[in-house]
């Protein structure tokens, strides 16, 4: 079992920046990957960003790239957001997601453990 707990959501003005945090506790040596995703009210989750563990590899969004990074922190369990040029549309609860297998990376469906959400609002 892994345990995420995420942090760093607000409220922040259009072109501001934010930086995420998830921390994971438990079996960690077990994830292969970690990812962010993102709701906003009535919409699906849609994946932001994702980093293998291991070898740190990355993969984005079309919509946030050049915008956010991601990171990870090994001996720390744990993965970071940073958030940069943030937009309204970017406004939405951001989740921190984990996975044991190798399956594409933007399905939440691959995914096996989730946080409980960090709400991030973006002001024009």
């Known amino acids: 079992q892994v345990l995420l707990v995420e942090s760093g959501g607000g409220l922040v003005q259009a072109g501001g920046s934010l930086r995420l945090s998830c921390a994971a506790s438990?079996?960690?040596?077990?994830?292969?990957?970690m990812g962010w995703f993102r709701q906003a009210p009535g919409k699906e989750r849609e994946f932001v960003a994702a980093?293998?563990?291991?070898?740190?590899?990355?993969y984005y969004a079309d919509s946030v790239k050049g915008r956010f990074t991601i990171s990870r922190d090994i001996a720390k369990n744990t993965v970071y957001l940073q958030m940069n040029s943030l937009k309204p549309e970017d406004t939405a609860v951001y989740y921190c997601?984990?996975?044991?297998?190798?399956?594409?990376?933007?399905?939440?469906?691959?995914?096996?453990?989730w946080g409980q959400g960090t709400q991030v609002t973006v002001s024009s």
């Open positions: 980093i293998t563990w291991t070898r740190g590899t990355t």
């Open positions: 997601a984990a996975t044991k297998g190798t399956n594409t990376y933007y399905y939440t469906s691959t995914y096996d453990y």
């Open positions: 438990g079996r960690t040596s077990s994830m292969y990957r």
